[in-house]
């Protein structure tokens, strides 16, 4: 006898594909929750920097948390969006807003910059893996896949950047910032080619993809300019 469900008919092989979608679900989970920690607090440190009022550190903090996650879920048109399926996100970036900003007043400025530098990397390679497995579910190509996991690890920081009035590091400060997401995201690929399982996989690219970022901060590696006019 053949079982319907609202998407037709539900054979052997869907339900192993559906049985393992369940299984990713919760890790999925943690790692959006942990993602959406470290930007939140990028998002915090760099909005204090710049004195903003209780209402501006929330609105940078929220942007920065959620920001390339929501542009995946529109271009992915996975609704609700994650952060209004899962509420409880808002409220600890709330929390967060009231909580973290008198502790970083206490701390000295160049340790809130290297602060959110780590925060900002850890942000990237989590954001990134996230993203890559969404894409990898839905089907779509791997170049694809690849590309809406550098959305998800890299827009939240556009937006912060915006709102502070900064021009997006990513574009202006030549140190590999989507690029160590990109090449994170084929290393996610290339572990779950070769049969790792769904931890190691998202371990190993939000990994290389955070440990690039840092590596490239550490040793001031630098991406060449695109040339001007009076130097062709």
Same mark, same amino acid.
């Given at each position: ?23 990713? !679900? ?61 509420? !409880? ?76 009035? !900064? ?66």
């Amino acid at each position: 006898m053949t079982v319907r469900v609202d998407c037709g008919t539900f054979p052997a092989a869907n339900l192993h594909r559906r049985t393992a979608a369940m299984t990713i !679900e919760p890790l999925l989970t943690t790692i959006e929750i942990a993602a959406t920690l470290v930007f939140a607090i990028s998002g915090l440190i760099e909005a204090v920097h710049k004195r903003m009022d209780v209402v501006g550190v929330f609105a940078v903090a929220f942007v920065t948390a959620f920001g390339g996650g929501t542009v995946r879920d529109v271009l992915l048109d996975r609704r609700p969006l994650f952060w209004v399926q899962h509420q !409880e996100y808002v409220w600890l970036v709330l929390a967060l807003t009231l909580i973290a900003p008198p502790l970083l007043r206490l701390i000295r400025h160049q340790w809130t910059h290297r602060a959110m530098q780590v925060t900002d990397a850890l942000g990237l390679g989590l954001f990134s893996v996230s993203g890559a497995s969404l894409a990898l579910a839905a089907g779509l190509p791997l170049i694809v896949v690849v590309l809406m996991g550098v959305i998800t690890g890299v827009f939240g920081g556009v937006m912060r950047d915006v709102l502070c009035n !900064e021009i997006p590091l990513v574009f202006h400060d030549h140190c590999p910032y989507a690029l160590c997401a990109f090449v994170g995201g084929w290393a996610f690929l290339g572990a779950n080619a070769l049969g790792a399982e769904p931890l190691m996989a998202f371990a190993i690219g939000g990994g290389v993809a955070t440990g690039l970022r840092l590596l490239a901060l550490a040793w001031d590696w630098r991406i060449p300019a695109w040339p001007r006019e009076d130097e062709s």
